[in-house]
């Protein structure tokens, strides 16, 4: 459907970007050959996760590979207070829907 395409695939991105982030957590300094065998994804996909990741500061490149910043806590914080913003979007949806009489 249409009106939920967009949504659920942005959602499907901002997962893959947070499961990227949490694997240069876990291995860092990891490159993105390793990353894309230890997380089953083509190495495209790594890539573009990367660069924005670095775009946003979250992650910089080294010698070994990538590796988080000291910026990294607090946008996983971040990235949490949205979640729980889209939660609560969600339930507010959810109960226009509900009162919807047919």
Do not use: W
């Not at 230890?38 to 946003?56: T, V």
Request: aromatic share 2%.
């Amino acid at each position: 459907m249409i009106i939920t395409y967009k949504l659920e695939t942005e959602m499907e991105l901002v997962a893959r970007h947070v499961k990227v982030l949490k694997a240069v957590m876990e291995h860092q300094p990891v490159g993105i050959i390793k990353l894309s065998h230890m997380l089953n994804m083509p190495e495209h996909k790594i890539r573009y996760s990367l660069r924005l990741l670095e775009q946003e500061g979250l992650i910089e490149a080294s010698p070994g590979g990538a590796k988080i910043t000291e910026k990294t806590k607090t946008a996983i914080g971040e990235i949490r207070d949205f979640l729980t913003k889209m939660e609560e979007k969600c339930r507010e949806v959810e109960s226009l829907i509900d009162s919807i009489n047919l």
